[in-house]
Protein backbone atom coordinates (compact mmCIF):
# COMPACT_ATOMS: atom_id res chain seq x y z
CA UNK A 1 0.00 0.00 0.00
CA UNK A 2 0.64 3.76 -0.02
CA UNK A 3 0.79 4.04 3.53
CA UNK A 4 3.80 1.89 3.76
CA UNK A 5 6.02 4.77 3.69
CA UNK A 6 5.23 6.74 5.36
CA UNK A 7 6.48 7.62 8.99
CA UNK A 8 4.81 9.42 10.88
CA UNK A 9 6.15 12.08 13.64
CA UNK A 10 5.21 11.52 17.02
CA UNK A 11 3.07 15.04 17.01
CA UNK A 12 0.73 13.08 13.94
CA UNK A 13 0.64 10.34 15.93
CA UNK A 14 -1.07 11.86 18.52
CA UNK A 15 -3.61 12.75 16.31
CA UNK A 16 -4.79 9.79 15.05
CA UNK A 17 -6.36 7.22 17.96
CA UNK A 18 -5.32 4.36 18.94
CA UNK A 19 -6.55 0.88 17.61
CA UNK A 20 -9.65 -1.39 18.99
CA UNK A 21 -9.93 -4.88 19.31
CA UNK A 22 -11.03 -5.70 16.35
CA UNK A 23 -8.86 -3.64 14.31
CA UNK A 24 -5.70 -5.31 16.08
CA UNK A 25 -7.39 -8.89 15.97
CA UNK A 26 -8.25 -8.62 12.19
CA UNK A 27 -4.22 -7.61 12.23
CA UNK A 28 -2.97 -10.37 13.42
CA UNK A 29 -5.28 -13.21 11.62
CA UNK A 30 -3.79 -11.53 8.18
CA UNK A 31 -0.45 -12.01 9.55
CA UNK A 32 -0.57 -15.47 11.33
CA UNK A 33 -2.39 -16.43 7.95
CA UNK A 34 0.75 -14.91 5.49
CA UNK A 35 3.47 -16.58 7.94
CA UNK A 36 1.53 -20.25 7.26
CA UNK A 37 1.57 -19.64 3.97
CA UNK A 38 5.25 -18.31 3.65
CA UNK A 39 6.26 -21.16 5.99
CA UNK A 40 4.44 -23.97 3.85
CA UNK A 41 6.19 -22.85 0.84
CA UNK A 42 9.53 -22.81 2.66
CA UNK A 43 8.72 -26.51 3.93
CA UNK A 44 7.42 -27.87 0.16
CA UNK A 45 10.39 -25.96 -0.65
CA UNK A 46 13.11 -28.07 1.46
CA UNK A 47 11.48 -31.31 0.39
CA UNK A 48 11.86 -31.09 -3.42
CA UNK A 49 15.24 -30.06 -2.78
CA UNK A 50 16.13 -32.59 -0.56
CA UNK A 51 13.67 -35.31 -1.64
CA UNK A 52 13.75 -37.82 1.25
CA UNK A 53 11.48 -37.61 4.42
CA UNK A 54 11.59 -34.91 7.16
CA UNK A 55 11.89 -35.39 10.82
CA UNK A 56 9.22 -33.59 13.17
CA UNK A 57 12.11 -31.70 14.69
CA UNK A 58 13.68 -30.41 11.62
CA UNK A 59 10.44 -29.36 10.30
CA UNK A 60 9.72 -27.16 13.56
CA UNK A 61 13.48 -25.88 13.13
CA UNK A 62 12.45 -24.55 9.19
CA UNK A 63 8.83 -23.64 10.45
CA UNK A 64 10.66 -21.56 13.05
CA UNK A 65 12.91 -20.11 10.78
CA UNK A 66 10.53 -19.27 8.89
CA UNK A 67 8.40 -17.08 10.56
CA UNK A 68 11.33 -15.44 11.77
CA UNK A 69 12.26 -14.35 8.49
CA UNK A 70 8.85 -13.83 7.45
CA UNK A 71 8.58 -10.81 10.51
CA UNK A 72 12.85 -9.85 9.83
CA UNK A 73 11.73 -9.29 5.58
CA UNK A 74 8.70 -6.97 6.73
CA UNK A 75 10.22 -4.98 9.40
CA UNK A 76 13.00 -4.25 7.21
CA UNK A 77 10.66 -2.40 4.59
CA UNK A 78 10.21 1.50 4.69
CA UNK A 79 7.13 1.49 6.81
CA UNK A 80 8.14 -0.80 9.21
CA UNK A 81 5.05 -2.47 9.30
CA UNK A 82 4.01 -6.18 8.59
CA UNK A 83 1.75 -7.19 5.67
CA UNK A 84 -1.37 -7.52 8.69
CA UNK A 85 -0.36 -4.28 10.23
CA UNK A 86 -0.76 -2.91 6.19
CA UNK A 87 -4.16 -4.69 5.57
CA UNK A 88 -5.91 -3.11 8.82
CA UNK A 89 -4.31 0.12 8.17
CA UNK A 90 -2.47 0.04 11.66
CA UNK A 91 0.56 1.73 12.08
CA UNK A 92 3.39 0.91 15.58
CA UNK A 93 3.66 3.80 18.41
CA UNK A 94 5.62 3.86 21.72
CA UNK A 95 3.04 5.56 23.89
CA UNK A 96 3.22 8.86 22.04
CA UNK A 97 6.92 8.57 21.33
CA UNK A 98 6.62 8.12 17.62
CA UNK A 99 7.33 4.85 15.78
CA UNK A 100 9.64 2.19 17.39
CA UNK A 101 13.05 1.45 15.87
CA UNK A 102 13.85 -2.03 13.51
CA UNK A 103 15.59 -3.38 16.11
CA UNK A 104 13.14 -2.97 18.80
CA UNK A 105 10.45 -3.94 16.12
CA UNK A 106 12.38 -7.32 15.38
CA UNK A 107 13.05 -8.16 19.26
CA UNK A 108 9.49 -7.95 20.31
CA UNK A 109 8.45 -9.84 17.31
CA UNK A 110 10.70 -12.34 16.01
CA UNK A 111 12.34 -12.86 19.15
CA UNK A 112 9.53 -12.12 21.73
CA UNK A 113 6.40 -13.80 19.90
CA UNK A 114 8.72 -16.62 18.30
CA UNK A 115 12.25 -17.89 19.77
CA UNK A 116 11.32 -17.26 23.29
CA UNK A 117 8.62 -19.49 23.42
CA UNK A 118 10.29 -22.43 20.66
CA UNK A 119 13.54 -22.40 23.16
CA UNK A 120 11.05 -22.57 26.54
CA UNK A 121 9.22 -25.59 24.94
CA UNK A 122 12.53 -27.55 24.17
CA UNK A 123 14.26 -26.91 27.08
CA UNK A 124 11.06 -28.22 28.86
CA UNK A 125 10.37 -31.41 27.15
CA UNK A 126 7.59 -34.14 27.95
CA UNK A 127 4.85 -31.74 26.77
CA UNK A 128 5.71 -29.51 30.31
CA UNK A 129 7.00 -25.84 28.34
CA UNK A 130 4.10 -26.46 25.54
CA UNK A 131 1.79 -26.08 27.96
CA UNK A 132 3.31 -23.70 29.96
CA UNK A 133 3.43 -21.70 26.44
CA UNK A 134 -0.21 -22.83 25.68
CA UNK A 135 -0.94 -20.77 29.43
CA UNK A 136 0.41 -18.18 28.99
CA UNK A 137 -0.63 -17.44 25.31
CA UNK A 138 -4.63 -17.94 26.37
CA UNK A 139 -4.16 -15.80 29.96
CA UNK A 140 -2.59 -12.63 27.56
CA UNK A 141 -5.73 -13.67 25.08
CA UNK A 142 -7.65 -13.26 28.23
CA UNK A 143 -6.65 -10.13 29.13
CA UNK A 144 -6.67 -8.98 25.46
CA UNK A 145 -10.37 -9.27 25.09
CA UNK A 146 -11.00 -7.71 28.59
CA UNK A 147 -9.41 -4.54 28.09
CA UNK A 148 -7.55 -4.12 24.82
CA UNK A 149 -4.52 -2.32 24.07
CA UNK A 150 -2.19 -5.59 23.00
CA UNK A 151 -3.14 -8.42 20.54
CA UNK A 152 -0.19 -10.11 21.43
CA UNK A 153 2.23 -10.97 24.97
CA UNK A 154 5.88 -9.54 23.20
CA UNK A 155 4.29 -6.51 22.01
CA UNK A 156 2.73 -5.51 25.97
CA UNK A 157 6.05 -6.26 27.35
CA UNK A 158 8.13 -4.16 24.70
CA UNK A 159 5.35 -1.35 25.29
CA UNK A 160 4.91 -1.38 21.27
CA UNK A 161 0.81 -0.05 20.89
CA UNK A 162 -0.66 0.09 17.41
CA UNK A 163 -2.52 3.19 16.08
CA UNK A 164 -5.16 3.78 13.41
CA UNK A 165 -3.43 5.09 11.07
CA UNK A 166 -6.71 7.17 9.64
CA UNK A 167 -8.92 8.75 11.71
CA UNK A 168 -12.15 6.61 12.41
CA UNK A 169 -15.64 7.57 10.79
CA UNK A 170 -18.28 9.32 12.60
CA UNK A 171 -20.49 7.00 14.19
CA UNK A 172 -17.84 4.20 13.89
CA UNK A 173 -17.41 2.75 17.75
CA UNK A 174 -14.77 -0.17 18.50
CA UNK A 175 -16.25 -3.17 19.28
CA UNK A 176 -15.68 -4.80 23.17
CA UNK A 177 -15.24 -8.32 24.03
CA UNK A 178 -15.46 -9.00 27.58
CA UNK A 179 -18.20 -11.59 27.57
CA UNK A 180 -15.80 -13.76 25.30
CA UNK A 181 -13.05 -12.40 27.49
CA UNK A 182 -14.27 -13.89 30.87
CA UNK A 183 -15.18 -17.12 29.18
CA UNK A 184 -11.51 -17.69 27.75
CA UNK A 185 -10.68 -16.56 31.70
CA UNK A 186 -12.91 -19.28 33.55
CA UNK A 187 -11.42 -22.01 30.71
CA UNK A 188 -7.76 -21.25 31.69
CA UNK A 189 -9.00 -21.44 35.34
CA UNK A 190 -10.71 -24.68 34.79
CA UNK A 191 -7.48 -26.41 33.08
CA UNK A 192 -5.17 -24.47 35.40
CA UNK A 193 -7.01 -25.19 38.60
CA UNK A 194 -6.08 -29.11 39.20
CA UNK A 195 -2.78 -28.77 38.05
CA UNK A 196 -1.98 -26.16 40.77
CA UNK A 197 -4.24 -27.65 43.77
CA UNK A 198 -2.53 -31.34 43.23
CA UNK A 199 0.52 -30.93 41.43
CA UNK A 200 0.18 -33.82 38.68
CA UNK A 201 -1.96 -35.79 39.55
CA UNK A 202 -2.25 -39.03 40.41
CA UNK A 203 0.43 -41.88 39.12
CA UNK A 204 -0.62 -43.50 36.22
CA UNK A 205 -1.51 -46.92 37.33
CA UNK A 206 0.93 -49.53 36.54
CA UNK A 207 0.36 -52.80 34.79
CA UNK A 208 0.27 -55.52 36.84
CA UNK A 209 3.84 -57.57 35.98
CA UNK A 210 3.23 -60.96 34.60
CA UNK A 211 3.37 -63.73 37.27
CA UNK A 212 6.74 -65.79 37.31
CA UNK A 213 5.70 -69.48 37.40
CA UNK A 214 6.49 -71.28 40.89
CA UNK A 215 9.55 -72.16 41.54
CA UNK A 216 10.09 -76.07 42.58
CA UNK A 217 10.55 -77.13 46.13
CA UNK A 218 13.05 -79.31 46.37
CA UNK A 219 11.64 -82.27 48.49
CA UNK A 220 14.14 -84.07 51.26
CA UNK A 221 14.81 -87.70 49.98
CA UNK A 222 13.22 -90.79 51.03
CA UNK A 223 14.22 -92.82 53.84
CA UNK A 224 15.28 -95.26 51.80
CA UNK A 225 17.27 -93.12 49.90
CA UNK A 226 18.92 -91.23 52.29
CA UNK A 227 20.09 -94.32 53.77
CA UNK A 228 21.41 -95.78 51.06
CA UNK A 229 24.74 -95.73 50.67
CA UNK A 230 27.21 -94.50 48.14
CA UNK A 231 29.62 -96.71 45.53
CA UNK A 232 32.43 -97.35 48.71
CA UNK A 233 29.57 -98.68 51.21
CA UNK A 234 29.28 -95.30 53.20
CA UNK A 235 25.93 -94.49 53.44
CA UNK A 236 24.84 -90.81 51.61
CA UNK A 237 24.56 -87.78 53.35
CA UNK A 238 21.43 -85.55 52.29
CA UNK A 239 23.76 -82.80 51.03
CA UNK A 240 25.01 -85.45 48.51
CA UNK A 241 21.53 -86.70 47.87
CA UNK A 242 20.36 -83.05 47.38
CA UNK A 243 23.71 -82.37 45.41
CA UNK A 244 22.10 -85.59 43.03
CA UNK A 245 18.98 -83.55 42.38
CA UNK A 246 18.79 -81.86 38.74
CA UNK A 247 19.81 -78.43 39.37
CA UNK A 248 16.91 -76.11 37.85
CA UNK A 249 18.07 -73.39 35.52
CA UNK A 250 18.06 -70.13 36.71
CA UNK A 251 15.52 -67.43 36.05
CA UNK A 252 16.94 -65.03 33.08
CA UNK A 253 17.76 -61.60 34.30
CA UNK A 254 15.15 -58.95 33.12
CA UNK A 255 16.84 -57.10 30.39
CA UNK A 256 16.18 -53.39 29.44
CA UNK A 257 14.27 -51.83 27.52
CA UNK A 258 15.84 -49.79 24.49
CA UNK A 259 15.80 -46.66 23.92
CA UNK A 260 14.03 -47.41 20.38
CA UNK A 261 10.75 -48.37 22.83
CA UNK A 262 10.99 -45.38 25.10
CA UNK A 263 11.57 -42.85 22.91
CA UNK A 264 9.10 -41.22 20.53
CA UNK A 265 10.45 -41.33 16.60
CA UNK A 266 9.40 -38.02 16.21
CA UNK A 267 10.90 -35.49 18.64
CA UNK A 268 13.21 -38.50 19.64
CA UNK A 269 12.73 -37.69 22.98
CA UNK A 270 10.84 -39.86 25.64
CA UNK A 271 7.06 -40.50 24.87
CA UNK A 272 5.04 -37.81 26.42
CA UNK A 273 1.29 -38.71 26.69
CA UNK A 274 1.80 -41.59 24.24
CA UNK A 275 -0.83 -42.31 21.24
CA UNK A 276 -1.03 -45.07 18.79
CA UNK A 277 -1.50 -44.53 15.18
CA UNK A 278 -3.39 -47.09 12.99
CA UNK A 279 -0.62 -48.57 11.94
CA UNK A 280 0.74 -49.65 15.53
CA UNK A 281 3.76 -47.05 15.92
CA UNK A 282 3.44 -45.04 19.72
CA UNK A 283 4.46 -41.32 19.08
CA UNK A 284 3.99 -38.50 21.40
CA UNK A 285 0.19 -37.46 21.24
CA UNK A 286 1.14 -33.77 20.40
CA UNK A 287 3.57 -35.03 17.80
CA UNK A 288 1.40 -37.45 16.04
CA UNK A 289 -1.19 -34.57 15.50
CA UNK A 290 0.93 -31.56 14.82
CA UNK A 291 2.18 -34.23 12.39
CA UNK A 292 -0.91 -35.55 10.94
CA UNK A 293 -2.24 -31.79 10.07
CA UNK A 294 1.01 -31.37 8.23
CA UNK A 295 1.21 -35.09 6.17
CA UNK A 296 -1.40 -37.46 6.76
CA UNK A 297 0.55 -40.54 7.26
CA UNK A 298 2.72 -42.45 9.94
CA UNK A 299 6.63 -41.11 9.69
CA UNK A 300 7.78 -44.63 9.69
CA UNK A 301 5.88 -46.27 7.91
CA UNK A 302 4.06 -43.66 5.37
CA UNK A 303 0.81 -45.67 6.26
CA UNK A 304 -2.34 -43.44 5.68
CA UNK A 305 -3.02 -41.93 9.28
CA UNK A 306 -6.60 -40.48 10.19
CA UNK A 307 -6.11 -38.27 12.49
CA UNK A 308 -9.64 -39.01 14.41
CA UNK A 309 -8.07 -43.01 14.52
CA UNK A 310 -5.40 -41.87 16.96
CA UNK A 311 -5.82 -43.74 19.74
CA UNK A 312 -4.37 -42.83 23.67
CA UNK A 313 -2.36 -45.53 25.49
CA UNK A 314 -3.04 -44.49 29.13
CA UNK A 315 -1.78 -47.55 30.39
CA UNK A 316 1.49 -47.47 28.53
CA UNK A 317 4.50 -46.89 30.97
CA UNK A 318 7.70 -47.80 30.62
Known amino acids: MAAASVRLAPRDIAVFPLA ?23 LDAYQAIARRPMSLVLRRRLAL ?11 LSPGRRTPGQEYADLIP ?25 YLWRTAHPRGEG ?22 RLSARLAGIRMGL ?41 QLAPPVAAPRPIALPAAP ?29 SPQPVPR ?8 LDRKANPAAASCGHVFCWDCVNEWCQ ?25
Open 260 to 267: SVIDCPAC
Open 93 to 117: TTRGRGTPSRPRLIAATAVGQLLVP
Open 130 to 151: ARHVAWATRAHAALFLLTGGFV
Open 165 to 205: ARPRHPGESPRRYELLGALTLIQLLLQVAPTALWGRGQPRR
Open 294 to 318: ARSECPLCRQHINIAHIVPLYQFSL
Open 20 to 42: GQQELLRAAQKDDELQQHYTDGV
Open 224 to 252: EQASASDGAGNPASPSSAAAALPSRPSSP
Open 65 to 75: AASILYYVLSL
